[in-house]
């Protein structure tokens, strides 16, 4: 149950219905990251979406061979859905500033989900 009320709290999902919440959580799974871990690289290809539970992460972009933060996102905050809903690579890397436990969504799975519930 508490997944289903966090899931509720994220603005991206605060419109689902019970049922669409009750199938958003069948395709997470938590992940946990120490500070420093990158959780992707830019130009990689996405095939998850995440949501963070706790801590916080930087989204980074190169820039002449250094690195730029360009965000720092915290609880509740969502990253990488447009690599999974647009099927491109990664557009920057996020790295985790502090100990972080996240939601990874499948991004096949959640394509089908969209697919399949046209009013998502």
Same mark, same amino acid.
């Given at each position: 149950m508490e997944i289903l009320i966090f899931l509720k709290k994220v603005p991206l999902f605060s419109s689902f219905e019970l049922e669409d919440l009750l199938g958003l959580k069948e395709i %997470?799974? %938590?992940?946990s990251c120490k500070a420093g871990d990158f959780i992707?690289?830019?130009?990689?290809?996405?095939?998850?979406?995440?949501?963070?539970?706790?801590?916080?992460?930087e989204v980074i972009?190169?820039?002449?061979?250094?690195?730029?933060?360009?965000? %720092?996102?915290?609880? %509740?905050?969502?990253f990488g859905e447009m690599a999974i809903?647009?099927?491109?690579?990664?557009?920057?890397?996020?790295?985790?500033?502090?100990?972080c436990v996240l939601l990874s969504i499948d991004g096949f799975e959640f394509r089908t989900m969209i697919k399949t519930h046209a009013e998502l």
């Open positions: %997470t799974a %938590t992940r992707f690289h830019e130009g990689e290809s996405g095939s998850h979406a995440y949501i963070i539970v706790s801590g916080c992460v972009k190169a820039d002449a061979g250094r690195e730029k933060i360009i965000a %720092t996102l915290e609880k %509740t905050a969502y809903i647009e099927n491109e690579p990664r557009s920057a890397a996020v790295r985790a500033k502090s100990d």
